[in-house]
């Protein structure tokens, strides 16, 4: 599956989109899992101490973002799936 990396997160995985391999019916929240653990710099990028994602990280599945899927970070991911994640941003 690829995933397409956005500002900060983007200079910490050195590329704009990573592809992951992920097992069959794997959800948002095992994908966010799989991330960190290939780039474990990413774990308190996107993980408050409670191992949830941070309330301004946005992991965008189809244009859509997870949080707000009936299933949450709990939704399974198909194949061909956009995913975007979105670290938080600012501006003025």
Sequence with gaps: MKVNF???????????TVEFE???????????????DCYPTLGHELLNEDGELWPHVHVFINGRDAR????????VLQSGDTVNIFPPVGGG
Excluded: F
């Design 6 to 16: 956005y500002a900060t997160l983007r200079q910490i995985t050195g590329q704009k």
């Design 68 to 75: 707000y899927l009936p299933s949450g970070s709990q939704a």
């Design 22 to 36: 992920l097992p069959s019916g794997s959800t948002v929240r095992e994908l966010v899992n799989i991330i960190i």
